[in-house]
């Protein structure tokens, strides 16, 4: 076998095939990996206390993931004033008992939620690069119509059912209302505008009168909800989905948002303008996966801890 640079090809595949399975091998060690990541965003009004928000996204629990569970189940012990989980949390059709489980302590907080779509369809196997050569917007198969022969159907309903009996606010395409501490915070929620669920004109014209503070909701922070709920005015928009990128490139960052949103913003607090308005954005890199890549590179899972502070 001839040599390139003075070194076997058969020794250059080895090196290749080790280095391969190194990454493989990292990337699914990262992806147990979690993370509690922390933010502050002010947003309050002056003289308020801050206000704690354990922000909960893309869980994609698979049945037997115990790891993920646990981890779950200990971020009640940060003891939130309130929960916004913004969506995903099935990757397996019958993990809503360990969904419900997992997130049992903190069922017993305020909380608000969205779904995803993949809270209302199960995966599909896909080549695990692929998403990685093409622009993700909203083409899955779906499109928002009658889901295409094949598609599994998640058992939302159960998760919706535990979610409700626990006292959380469902935002789905409506608005809602949480006192904290003396505050009233007000929440505008869309269903998941990925699969072209969300129907902003059902909730628009902006923050409700009287609130001290008012949070857009939304599971896929694509530019057009990102735009409708700047442009009417709201502060702070909430949205996961993104998965950080999910393989990303060490010193450069994410390749893919899997929807129109920049890379530059793929996850954090960021800035979005519209309409003359600003808004504080913050997208979760969420805490899992989908169940067919099951890897995550320089991305770790994270829920996040927002500390809500008075404007400055």
């Known amino acids: 076998m001839r040599a390139r640079y003075g070194i076997p090809l058969k020794v250059t595949a080895g090196i290749t095939a080790v280095g391969a399975a190194g990454i493989a091998y990292a ?4 992806a147990r990996s979690f993370r509690l990541r922390r933010v502050t965003v002010p947003v309050l009004p002056p003289g308020a206390r801050p206000v704690r928000v354990l922000q909960v996204a893309d869980i994609h629990m698979v049945s037997g993931q115990r790891k993920k569970q646990r981890w779950l189940q200990s971020l009640a012990g940060l003891r939130p004033d309130f929960v916004v989980n913004t969506g995903d949390n099935l990757s397996d059709p019958e993990a809503v008992p360990e969904v419900l489980d997992a997130l049992g302590p903190l069922l017993e907080f305020p909380g608000v939620y969205v779904f995803g779509s993949n809270d209302y369809y199960g995966p599909k196997f896909r ?3 692929r998403y990685l050569f ?9 499109n928002g119509k009658a889901p ?3 598609v599994v159907h998640n058992p939302w309903e159960g998760l919706r059912d535990g979610f409700d009996a626990a006292g959380w606010v469902n935002l789905t395409n409506t608005r809602g209302r949480l006192k904290v501490d003396g505050l009233e915070i007000a929440f505008t929620g869309l269903d998941d505008p990925h699969i072209k669920r969300d129907r902003y004109a059902e909730v628009a014209g902006g923050p409700e009168p009287g609130a001290d503070l008012s949070i857009g909701v939304v599971h896929a922070p694509y530019l057009r909800a ?3 709920f700047t442009t009417d005015g ?3 928009v909430l949205a996961g989905h993104t998965h950080g990128g999910q393989l990303c490139i060490p010193f450069y960052g994410a390749l893919v948002t899997n929807c129109d949103l920049d890379t530059d913003r793929v996850k954090g607090l960021s800035a979005h303008e519209s309409g003359g308005n600003r808004s504080y954005l913050h997208v979760s890199a969420g805490c899992g996966t989908n169940r067919y890549t099951p890897v995550r590179f320089a991305c770790a899972p ?11």
Do not use: C, I, M, W
């Open 302 to 312: 994270e829920s996040t801890l927002l500390t809500l502070t008075p404007r400055r």
């Open 226 to 228: 990102l735009d409708a």
């Open 234 to 236: 709201y502060p702070l």
């Open 127 to 129: 080549n695990p690069a």
């Open 134 to 142: 093409e622009k993700a917007q909203g083409k899955h198969g779906l």
């Open 27 to 30: 990337a699914g060690f990262e």
């Open 148 to 150: 295409a022969v094949g």
